[in-house]
């Protein structure tokens, strides 16, 4: 067996910082259990694989695989995963191909600095609204006081594809206090659609964005493409940046000494919501499979 190799950093402006992510290429129809040592092996947040492609409708069929599980989508994933389709597969500046994952068809639209990809723009799925919720037990589950929540703004399950606790903090100092007691959370969780809080607030550490946030379960995220679509969503519907439509810039993974920028463009159109997330890819490294 050997399968080809990619390693790239996603919501990176820069090399060795964003979100780590191997794409393999598998035309020879691995099986999911070894798909899933496989990324196991890799020990990145996801590790995809390539497992068919039509290069003239420049559509690619993927796999998502956390160290545990598969996933119906993720949002590093799918720009990192573009971002290696058009570089060793098409080989040529195509302004959009589209992925073809559990959760569906998604688009990725490409910009272009000379002859390499700039900003890469995923369109995810209509945003889904789930529960609202209570403060008190967040505040428990976050380690923070009742005070640290913005109570302008609802503790409320949603989803892009996958459902996360969208939490809003008054400030980047109760941000930057917060401590997940797994336990809690797990049992909190139980029986709902989320399962891991994505925490913001509108105080960033650059002035050139809008927003900084982080994603903890039971580990950190440096950045997270699907949460932040949510987010977005989340966003124009309760109009957190002040409008229905929504152009900002996030910070994540600056505690992880992993710095990211995701780009989210958004805006109410009839019944619906549009979510794009953009941000910028870093190639690391590639080799292969023996």
């Excluded at 964003?18 to 590790?47: P, W």
């Excluded at 598969?70 to 720009?79: D, I, Q």
């Excluded at 369109?123 to 109570?151: C, M, R, Y």
């Excluded at 980047?172 to 607030?201: H, I, Q």
Aim: charged share 25%; aromatic share 10%; hydrophobic share 40%.
């Amino acid at each position: 067996m050997k399968l080809p190799l990619f390693i790239v950093d996603v919501f990176a402006e820069a090399k060795y910082a964003g979100n780590q992510l191997a794409v393999v290429f598998d035309e020879g129809g691995l099986e999911t259990e070894m798909m899933q040592k496989i990324a196991r092996e890799m020990h990145f947040s996801e590790t995809t694989f390539i497992t068919g492609y039509d290069l003239e409708k420049k559509t690619f069929k993927v796999r998502i695989f956390t160290t545990e599980s598969e996933l119906p989508f993720a949002g590093h994933p799918t720009l990192g995963t573009a971002y290696i389709a058009q570089k060793e597969l098409l080989k040529d500046n195509v302004e959009e191909l589209t992925l073809d994952m559990k959760a569906g068809l998604i688009p990725v639209k490409f910009n272009y600095e000379g002859d390499e990809p700039g900003v890469l723009w995923m369109t995810q799925l209509n945003p889904k609204f789930g529960d609202k919720h209570p403060i008190e037990p967040f505040a428990e589950i976050l380690g923070l006081s009742v005070e640290d929540f913005d109570t302008d703004y609802p503790i409320q399950e949603v989803s892009t594809g996958v459902y996360f606790y969208m939490v809003p903090l008054k400030t980047r100092a109760a941000l930057k206090r917060v401590k997940v007691d797994v336990d809690k959370l797990a049992e909190y969780s139980n029986g709902r659609k989320a399962s891991t809080p994505f925490m913001f607030c509108k105080e960033p550490e650059d002035s050139a964005n809008h927003a900084k946030a982080r994603m903890m379960g039971k580990g950190e995220d440096p950045a997270t493409g699907s949460a932040n679509g949510c987010f977005l969503g989340y966003s124009v519907k309760h109009r957190y940046f002040g409008g229905s439509k929504v152009d900002v810039n996030v910070e994540q993974g600056a505690e992880m000494n992993r710095p990211s920028i995701l780009y989210l463009k958004g805006e109410e159109r009839g019944d619906e919501i549009s979510v794009e997330v953009g941000g910028k890819v870093a190639y690391v490294a590639k080799g292969e499979l023996v």
